[in-house]
């Protein structure tokens, strides 16, 4: 019997699923972050952090670790696959293997291996799709610097705007300052914005407070309220794009919203109005996790149309 390995490699950690060749999935496991291998012991890291998980889902699964060579290994990475091929060729030795990024195996997750479109909005953004000939077709993904609109560091940085617009006199007033500076323990929004330039708020810090504007959205700031409103508006943007190219006009398309910032109820309702104004456009949460779906893109890549089967619920 052969089997097959899904990882998804994070910023925060790193999951393996392994299936057989039914595709029944028989073992599951978790594992540190293993993005940084270009990093200071980032390959030691990178190393540790893949086989604590592979080890687990096989002691899950009830094989070898030492002696298993997979039919197919896929493996979707935060940052991008590069430098990372040769290393988990030289750890696991699978007869074929795949690398990719995280969008990729969140896509396939995301309706179980089937058309769709995900659209990603957590520190950054993207949106990916495949339609049923295989086609990928993508919008957004560039970047903080060019791009990454509707995720949380681009809705912190229109705060943290609005903010010192208001603290200098020429904006309208918002409640976003004083929630930023309780937050923070900055003098000002001027001493924020300098140390946000600083390795003290690191991207993901500065995401994070995107939550700030969804509750001052929710305690009724008009100007925290219109950032998440034109966040929505930038997403469904990213995704409208990504559907136009790849599925006919019509088309039943499923679009799954993956990330923290779609915790916001108010810009997910507002998300879903603009994409479901498409007709044929359904907008729902992902079927299944990325290393799911890195494991359905290992199948996929193998040449074998399964449907997977046993996904533990920490995957769903």
Not at 70 to 97: M, N, T
Request: charged letters at 20%.
């Amino acid at each position: 019997m052969g089997f097959y390995l899904g990882i998804d490699g994070g910023q925060s950690s790193t999951t393996a699923m392994i299936g057989d060749a039914a595709g029944r999935v028989i073992g599951f496991g978790s594992g540190g972050p293993c993005n940084h291998v270009r990093a200071a012991e980032g390959r030691t890291k990178f190393l540790k952090a893949i086989g604590a998980c592979v080890n687990a889902a096989c002691a899950e699964a009830g094989v070898n670790a030492a002696e298993i060579r997979f039919e197919c290994v896929c493996a979707g990475f935060s940052g991008g696959p590069a430098d990372k091929r040769e290393l988990l060729g030289e750890l696991l030795q699978p007869k074929r293997i795949e690398v990719t990024d995280d969008a990729v195996i969140a896509l396939a997750g995301a309706n179980a291996g089937e058309p769709a479109v995900v659209t990603i909005a957590g520190t950054g953004s993207i949106s990916l799709g495949r339609n049923r000939q295989g086609r990928l077709a993508r919008a957004g993904g560039w970047g903080y610097l060019f791009g990454d609109e509707g995720g949380g560091f681009d809705i912190t940085r229109q705060a943290l705007r609005a903010a010192l617009r208001h603290e200098e006199g020429w904006g309208p007033e918002t409640r976003l300052r004083d929630t930023l500076l309780g937050e923070t323990g900055c003098a000002d929004v001027n001493d924020l914005m300098h140390r946000m330039y600083t390795t003290e708020f690191p991207r993901p810090r500065i995401a994070a407070m995107a939550r700030l504007v969804d509750d001052a959205a929710m305690a009724g700031d008009v100007i925290a309220r219109s950032i998440l409103l034109n966040a929505a508006q930038e997403l469904a943007t990213y995704t409208a794009a990504v559907r136009v190219q790849i599925f006919e006009a019509g088309e039943p398309v499923f679009v799954a919203c993956i990330g923290g910032v779609f915790r916001s109820a108010l810009l997910l309702e507002r998300f879903r109005m603009l994409v479901e104004l498409e007709e044929g456009s359904s907008v729902g949460r992902p079927r299944y996790g990325p290393a799911a779906g890195a494991l359905i893109e290992a199948y996929r890549a193998a040449g074998l149309n399964v449907d997977i089967t046993g996904v533990p619920e920490r995957e769903k």
